[in-house]
């Protein structure tokens, strides 16, 4: 499918925070954060924001897509007058079944897109300790994409980060913006963080956006990696976090999308 690459640029900011076992608190400190009426176009936010905790504790605060926690959202979409990314929530959907859920709030505070994860994350670390998604989460089947302002972008959670071949997907769709808000673990983060996100926009020559948490889960005292980060085209990290709470803006510019793709052709050359 062949779309035309965006005309204007795009403002975005990208929000890291330092999730607790408190919804209300989490969303009081991103609403405290979240930018002025009309200052920015896209705001995102890190996966499971708004809570942080141990797999029961997922399982208690899940919620459908149109509830309580996405209505929040949609609200402060509309007062910003912004695009909202909600990075994850943890959605309930049926009786049972528990996903690892974006959702996509447009200007008007409208539900746009939604996105569930489709790898979940399992790490085995020292000590013998497991951490293991499926044990509260089923499996996104599907890839999204939408167009913001323009702009065709991909939707992807964390531990996608290591599949390219969904990334390839989005590019043969001419994406312009790869959306990865995550909750990579220091341990992971430390080596594979920058690495794999500047990968990801090279090879698929788009703008990665990826807001990240930060500090530690208070249940499960496993410390997130935080550098949420903002990457161009050609590899360049355009604006990146520290281990800290953060709000980062940056400007994502169409002649940079161009000027990439025309340089080295790569995606024209595709065989695969």
């Not at 959202?73 to 910003?80: E, I, K, Q, V």
């Not at 009786?95 to 489709?118: E, H, I, P, Q, W």
Request: charged letters at 20%; hydrophobic letters at 40%.
């Amino acid at each position: 499918m062949h779309t035309p690459l965006p005309s204007n640029p795009l403002r975005v900011t990208l929000i890291q925070n330092d999730a607790v076992s408190d919804l209300q608190a989490n969303m009081a400190w991103i609403e405290e954060h979240l930018p002025a009426t009309g200052s920015t176009d896209l705001v995102a936010l890190p996966e499971v924001f708004a809570f942080r905790g141990d797999d029961d504790e997922y399982r208690s605060h899940a919620e459908p897509s149109d509830g309580a926690l996405a209505k929040r959202l949609a609200a402060s979409a509309a007062r910003m007058k912004s695009w909202l990314l909600a990075g994850s929530i943890i959605e309930r959907a049926g009786d049972n079944a528990c996903f690892n859920t974006s959702l996509l709030f447009d200007r008007s505070g409208r539900l746009v897109a939604t996105y569930r994860k489709m790898h979940l994350f399992e790490a085995h670390l020292e000590g013998g300790r497991v951490i293991r998604e499926s044990d509260v989460y089923n499996s996104g089947t599907t890839p999204t994409l939408i167009s913001i302002e323009g702009w065709v972008c991909g939707l992807s959670i964390c531990y996608d980060l290591r599949f390219p071949e969904l990334y390839r997907h989005y590019a043969a769709q001419n994406a312009g913006i790869l959306l990865i808000p995550s909750n990579f673990t220091q341990r992971t983060g430390r080596d594979h963080w920058e690495v794999l996100l500047r990968a990801r926009a090279i090879e698929n020559q788009s703008f990665v956006i990826a807001p990240d948490q930060c500090g530690r889960n208070p249940r499960t005292q496993c410390k997130s990696h935080g550098h949420s980060m903002a990457v161009g085209p050609w590899g360049e990290v355009l604006a990146s976090a520290e281990d800290k709470p953060a709000v980062l803006q940056v400007t994502l510019m169409p002649a940079m999308l161009q000027e990439t793709r025309a340089r080295v052709p790569a995606l024209a050359h595709r065989r695969m």
